[in-house]
């Protein structure tokens, strides 16, 4: 488990579901361009850090739920400012070389909430998912570009072990 503050208290526990949200700077609209590179971004690296369930990108802000894997070569968990930092960074300078601009994209700092398990995982997602159809965005979020849910066959193929569980293997 790792507790670290900046403006708010951030919280990270090892082999658990993250909720995350973070906005742009000023609450920029972003074009649609640029939601697909945020959504790209943050599908980057799941598998390789973290264990993404869902990530939807709306007009001024991001929804993720991510479960921090193993850094195998640190046999630690990948932080969530890691985690983080790489995906409003990668998506930051893309965004910026498009516009020719420079300058933060996304706000400094980032909402996290541990899920708990009385919480419910997929309850959690299915309100992710949702955010598009409460704005008024589209009818279902199906139909809504920058929506991307893990599938049943990524689910199959997950698997999170702990250093213990690859020592007996």
């Known amino acids: 488990m790792q507790f670290y ?3 708010l208290p951030h919280l990270q526990r090892d082999f658990k579901p993250h909720f995350i949200t973070f906005v742009t700077k000023f609450r920029r609209i972003l074009p649609d361009w640029a939601r697909d590179i945020a959504l790209s971004s943050c599908c980057h690296d799941h598998r390789r850090k973290y264990e993404l369930y869902v ?14 894997l193993i850094n195998e070569d640190r046999l630690e968990m990948f932080s969530l400012v890691e985690i983080m930092r790489a995906i ?8 910026n070389l498009q516009t020719s601009e420079q300058g933060a994209v996304w706000q400094e700092e980032s909402f996290d909430h541990v899920l708990r398990s009385s919480e419910g995982l997929d309850a959690k997602v299915d309100y992710v998912l949702q955010n598009p159809v409460r704005k008024g965005l589209v009818n279902d979020w199906r139909r809504y570009r920058w929506a991307w849910r893990r599938t049943e066959l990524d ?9 213990a569980q690859r020592k007996n293997t």
């Open 88 to 95: 409003k960074g990668a998506s930051a300078h893309m965004i």
């Open 155 to 163: 689910e199959a193929k997950m698997t999170i072990r702990t250093p």
């Open 5 to 7: 503050r900046r403006n």
């Open 55 to 68: 990530a939807v990108v709306m007009p001024d802000h991001v929804h993720l739920i991510l479960t921090p």
